[in-house]
């Protein structure tokens, strides 16, 4: 802990020496832009439009979509996985060393996961590819209790590196997907977004703990993680459904 704390620190120096706020403090036009841009002006008032993005948001059908799909994804990933990987790998025999490895693992295939996403959401439907993650998230939790054992196996793996591709990549569609349906507001729906997808992380971390106390064992939690991210990559697909009166509704707002 006090290394993490030193580092920490040291972090925080080269954000305070290095990094800065806008291209127009080094000199530098934004990236793709075709001429220099000043740097705007400071904004008051950041918590109170915060609060009423939220409200207005809420009105409309994407931003539950969009919420509700974020509750299911954390409940399938760093909800259940963080906190109860270890011990239901411990259920079926696994050294925690081992059981820890292969979660680093899922880390290190989750920032890969991520990128790659990135750079698919600029060119496909982020809707379709939302859907097709939760999908392949789902049959990945479905097949858990069948590749879990005392060892680390070839199929063990190979659930750790699909898992992990698919585990954090769900965030740059749904971050293009607000900021398509919300404009200028996206990134604050996003952020309350973000929110129900730490609630949802939270339930997870205590339902699957509890089930595994009632049941005796993880894979009704698994099962049923599966069958929501099904649910999740349905919803995907329907974001759009509203999303052209969604964004009317909410120009409307603001111009009253």
């Known amino acids: 802990m006090v290394t993490l704390a030193f580092v920490a620190l040291a972090v925080t120096a080269l954000v305070l020496l290095l990094l800065r706020d806008h291209p127009a403090d080094v000199g530098l036009k934004p990236y793709g832009a075709g001429e220099f841009v000043p740097k705007p002006v400071a904004a008051s008032g950041a918590a109170r439009r915060c609060v009423k993005v939220l409200f207005d948001a809420a009105r409309t059908g994407p931003f539950w979509l969009l919420a509700g799909m974020f509750i299911i994804c954390g409940a399938s990933t760093n909800g259940i996985m963080w906190s109860n990987w270890a011990p239901a790998a411990h259920d079926h025999g696994m050294h925690a060393t081992a059981a820890a490895s292969m979660l680093s693992l899922i880390g290190v295939f989750s920032a890969l996961g991520a990128i790659f996403s990135g750079w698919l959401t600029d060119r496909f439907d982020p809707r379709r590819l939302l859907s097709a993650y939760f999908a392949i998230r789902a049959l990945t939790l479905l097949m858990l209790p069948m590749v879990f054992s005392s060892a680390v196996?070839?199929?063990?793996?190979?659930?750790?590196?699909?898992?992990?591709?698919?585990?954090?990549?769900?965030?740059?569609?749904?971050?293009?997907?607000?900021?398509?349906?919300?404009?200028?507001?996206?990134?604050?729906?996003?952020?309350w977004a973000n929110s129900a997808h730490q609630l949802g992380a939270g339930a997870s971390a205590f339902l699957g703990a509890t089930a595994r106390d009632v049941f005796g064992a993880y894979d009704v939690v698994w099962t049923t993680l599966s069958a929501i991210c099904l649910v999740a990559a349905l919803m995907a697909l329907v974001v759009y459904e509203n999303a052209m009166s969604a964004h009317e509704d909410v120009v409307s707002a603001y111009d009253a």
Do not use: H, N
């Open 153 to 191: 196996t070839p199929a063990l793996i190979v659930f750790v590196v699909v898992y992990g591709l698919v585990d954090v990549a769900t965030v740059p569609p749904v971050i293009a997907l607000s900021s398509r349906v919300y404009g200028k507001d996206g990134a604050i729906v996003f952020g």
